[in-house]
Each structure stands twice: as C-alpha cells, then as structure tokens.
C-alpha cells in the first residue's frame, strides 16, 4: 500500500544537499586547474593581466545575472561588509598572481606551492594519530612534487609563493562566509565578493584585456574561462565549505597539485617523472586516511566547534 505520510524532498536542492561535501570539493579541484590550463593556451593573444582581469569580470557577470549581489552587499552589517569586500580584494590579488606565475613556471609547480600555507590551517585540525598521518603523507606528496621542480624563473616563484599565501587567505575567508556571516548565504556573499574584486582588478587589467573586445574567439575563451575557474570552482568551494571543517578542506587542498600534475598531462603535455607520480600518490593516499572529527556543524551566525 502506497505511503501517504510527508513526501521527500526532492529536485536540485535536495540532490545538493544529499550529496557527500567531499564531491563538491573533487569538482572543484578539477575546475581549479582545468580553467587556467586552458588560460595557459590564452597568454598567445593575451598579457597574463589581461587573462586574469577576463576571468574575474566574466565570472562576476555570471554572478551578477544570477544572484545580484548588490542586494546582498545592501543588507549586510558593517563587519560582514568588510568581511566580503577583504575577500574580494584577495580574490583580485591571488588571480593576478596566479597568472603571472604560471606564464613563468609550470602549473603543477604552481599548484605543489600554493598547498605550503594550507599546510599550516590543517595541521591545526590534525588531533587525531589518524589525521596526523594523513598530514605528514600529505607534506610528503607534495614536498616531492615541489622539491623536484622548484626551479626556474625568480620571479615566476616569488608570484607562485604570493599567490599561496592569498590561496591561504582566500581558504579563511571564503570558510567564514560559508559558516558564519548572520544572514548571509555562502553563494551570495561569492558573488558579492566577485564583484568587489571585478572593480579592484580594473586598473591593472583593463588595457591587457581590451584585445579581446575586437577578437570574439579570444573573449568566447576567457568567459569559459571564468567559469571554468571562479564561478564552477568556488560555488563547490561554497558547497563544500558550509558542511566541512576548514581543516578538512584545508587538508583535501593536497589534491590540487595531483590534480594539476594530471590536468597538465591531459591539457598542456607536461608529462610527470616517477617520482612526481609518487608524490601524487602519497596525496592521494593523505585524503583517503583522513577522517573528520565528529563535531557540529555551526549554524550561521554561531562560534565555530572546530578549526
């Protein structure tokens, strides 16, 4: 006989919300480097400002259109507004640096460097011996990856090591708006903060982009481009964040180099060496030991129960 009690919910937002946080996160790595591996194939026609500048203002306009974030920058207090426009600056920051080091330096040497702070936000949730191991594996994939490929340009690194301390930055900020912001959903304040950074990043890309006004297959490649990687990405990140520890995240962050170590195969023919599939490995092994603590997910507005 058929149930006639309450009905499940069902359609997209339930799907979203039954699905693991962790999948989120895998499409977002995947998004992370796949976006810039094809901005790589872009700097022929484009100044890597000019890439990084197309990448933010076509992923605001997307942002624009479907959440306007105006609104949301309208309701919000004094300290979330300083919260979301501080993300937004970093946004601006970590793009630009990430492309004018990866016009220098391989994107999978980019992508080992950027977990190096990251190191620091997961060790502190690392209380568990289980947890610990996944760490040191972690350091450990990721120390090959980078050992056996910090070299090149000067400058190159100095925006690789710049753009992962903002990575580190990005990681804080974007967590407490997923968490913590009274009243403000994780996907609006993204697009808020995108359109804080649209505005800031302005000054320094807008000559570097403005080719791109007069070739529509070079504009076409940079608004996939800024979906690719900030609109795709970050909404996971949003996803993932509202129901993860940051020190999860923070750990799980090991998987971008794998990732790009892959996507640099697949994309730009940078083929690893053994020991790089090694370092690979030990990452991947890292996420597969790693448990979260059994602690409370903080609602909007309340005190986090875990780092």
Not at 86 to 114: D, H, K, Q, S
Not at 199 to 207: D, I, N, S, T, Y
Not at 214 to 220: C, G, K, N
Not at 243 to 269: C, E
Request: proline share 6%; hydrophobic share 60%; glycine share 8%.
């Amino acid at each position: 006989m058929a149930d006639h009690g309450v009905m499940p919910h069902t359609g997209p937002r339930a799907v979203l919300s039954a699905a693991p946080p962790w999948t989120y996160f895998i499409g977002s790595a995947v998004f992370h480097y796949l976006g810039p591996a094809f901005a790589v194939l872009l700097f022929t026609a484009l100044a890597p400002l000019g890439v990084a500048a197309l990448r933010i203002w076509s992923a605001a306009l997307v942002f624009a259109l479907w959440r306007r974030p105006w609104r949301t920058l309208a309701r919000m207090d004094a300290a979330s507004r300083r919260t979301i426009i501080a993300w937004g600056a970093v946004l601006a920051a970590m793009n630009v640096c990430f492309y004018l080091a990866i016009a220098r330096v391989p994107l999978g040497t980019v992508a080992a460097i950027e977990f190096l702070p990251v190191i620091v936000l997961a060790a502190l949730g690392a209380r568990t011996v289980r947890n610990l191991v996944a760490l040191v594996a972690a350091v450990g994939g990721v120390y090959v990856l980078t050992g056996i490929r910090l070299e090149g340009e000067p400058l190159g690194l100095a925006f690789a090591f710049a753009n992962a301390v903002l990575f580190a930055a990005y990681i804080v900020l974007a967590h407490r708006t997923a968490r913590r912001l009274p009243g403000v959903d994780g996907i609006d304040g993204l697009a808020a903060a995108m359109l804080v950074a649209c505005v800031l990043v302005a000054p320094v890309g807008v000559w570097q982009a403005a080719p791109a006004v007069f070739e529509p297959i070079t504009l076409a490649a940079g608004i996939g481009v800024g979906i690719c990687s900030s609109v795709i990405p970050y909404v996971c990140d949003q996803l993932a964040m509202a129901r993860m520890a940051r020190s999860t995240y923070a750990l799980l962050v090991a998987l971008l180099p794998a990732t790009a170590t892959v996507i640099g195969i697949a994309v730009l023919r940078q083929l690893p060496s053994l020991a790089e599939l090694a370092g690979v490995a030990l990452v991947v092994l890292s996420v597969a030991v790693h448990r979260e603590s059994a602690t409370k997910v903080p609602q909007k507005g309340a005190p986090e129960c875990s780092t």
